[in-house]
């Protein structure tokens, strides 16, 4: 009876060892799967502020290859991504660089860097490197190099009481395909603009409204920009024939790259029937008008490159004046416009002159003009903004954009 009851003793003591074992491995079993799940999710939000991080930076570079004034530098870029992965969790400054379209690190000279850390880096004061085959010639990309804390749930039983996520990603900034329609060669400036009894143009500070709530009569002034504003693909010789066709794109336009100085110049009778009749075509639907902020009254620096700057202007330029012919444009981009009705050869009967006076002090004063509205808002027109950059009357623009690439 003596060694039954050792036995019985003995079988229960290796049950409670045998649970015991059972439940720290049951115990190590819940953490891994609590805190690998938790890693994992901390993983995925660090990569998403990392995104968004480089996103930021490369929306920057996409305003400045866009003309927006003031131009955007170093400080800008640098500004965009701390502010951005700080509101996003990740420890601050991050540590941030300049690459090309590839997504390859470059170098201060522009060259392919071996990696990250003996690149460009984006920060305060310093300068966005060169970019052969980018566009605007500088650095198309932000690569983002990110890391934020996070606590374990059961870790701490162990000593593991936390860890660090990191992640990287880059963006690039670049031309896109975008929004089908028809680009008339009429351009306008980047703010809102009106006409006095002369025939001038009375331009403001104040943004073009845009929805259809806002219906306008977009006046084509008679000797100011943005009257002529009409674009002759072929200087100087043109005229109504010439801006007929290209109107209804019979031939097919040039390509159009913005941001870039145009010459234009007006020739014959732009405000004729068949001018007219063209521009009829497109009642009811939307058209993009190529959008302007600067007049230059000498050749600019640099016209063959695909991409400009106002700078370029060798005279100085930057400011409106003129007589709207035979100078140069400087065109940011494009805004899409539903377009109503258009007079072009006067017989408006007022509905010219409806043109919103509050916008512009002085009124119209114009017999010709474009009825409709800006779309938006993404493509609506803000004083000293560029609206984006595309193509000829192809029936295809080419606007710009922001791609996460890796």
């Not at 004034?69 to 800008?76: H, L, S």
């Not at 010709?368 to 000293?384: H, K």
Request: aromatic share 8%.
């Amino acid at each position: 009876m003596q060694i039954r009851s050792y036995r019985q003793r003995d079988e229960r003591g290796q049950a409670i060892a045998v649970l015991a074992i059972s439940a720290v491995a049951l115990l190590a079993m819940v953490a891994l799967i609590v805190d690998g799940g938790n890693a994992f999710s901390q993983q995925r939000i660090t990569q998403n502020a990392a995104d968004a991080s480089s996103e930021a930076g490369a929306v920057v570079l996409m305003q400045r290859l866009a003309g927006v004034v003031p131009t955007k530098t170093g400080t800008d870029v640098d500004t965009a991504v701390q502010a951005k992965a700080a509101a996003n969790g990740l420890t601050t400054p991050v540590q941030a660089c300049y690459t090309d379209l590839d997504g390859q690190p470059l170098a201060s000279d522009g060259s392919v860097a071996a990696s990250c850390d003996v690149a460009a880096q984006v920060g305060p004061g310093l300068p966005i490197p060169p970019c052969t085959g980018c566009a605007g010639t500088f650095a198309a990309g932000v690569e983002v190099h990110g890391s934020r804390p996070f606590n374990n749930f059961f870790g701490g039983i162990v000593g593991l009481n936390g860890a660090m996520a990191s992640a990287q990603a880059t963006a690039k900034a670049g031309y896109v395909t975008g929004y089908p329609g028809q680009v008339i060669p009429v351009t306008f400036p980047v703010s809102a603009t009106g006409c006095d009894g002369t025939g001038a143009a009375l331009t403001s500070t104040t943004p073009w409204p845009w929805g259809p709530e806002n219906v306008l009569s977009v006046p084509l002034c008679g000797n100011s920009p943005g009257n002529v504003g009409w674009l002759d693909w072929t200087p100087p010789s043109g005229g109504a024939s010439e801006l007929a066709g290209a109107i209804v794109g019979n031939p097919p336009n040039p390509t159009i790259t913005t941001p870039k100085w145009y010459y234009i110049t007006a020739t014959g009778n732009v405000n004729s029937g068949p001018v007219q009749t063209s521009m009829d075509s497109w009642n009811g639907g939307d058209i993009y008008l190529p959008i302007f902020n600067a007049t230059c009254n000498s050749t600019p620096a640099n016209t063959s490159n695909p991409v400009g700057q106002i700078a370029d202007c060798v005279t100085g330029g930057g400011t409106l004046g003129g007589n709207g012919q035979n100078q140069w444009y400087f065109l940011v981009g494009f805004a899409a416009f539903r377009l109503n009705q258009s007079f072009i050869n006067g017989n408006d009967g007022g509905m010219c002159d409806a043109y919103d006076a509050q916008l512009v002090a002085g009124g119209n004063g114009s017999t010709s003009c474009l009825i409709g509205y800006f779309e938006g808002p993404n493509q609506a027109v803000a004083f000293g903004a560029a609206v984006g950059a595309g193509g000829g009357s192809d029936n295809s623009t080419s606007l710009l954009g922001v791609q996460l690439i890796k």
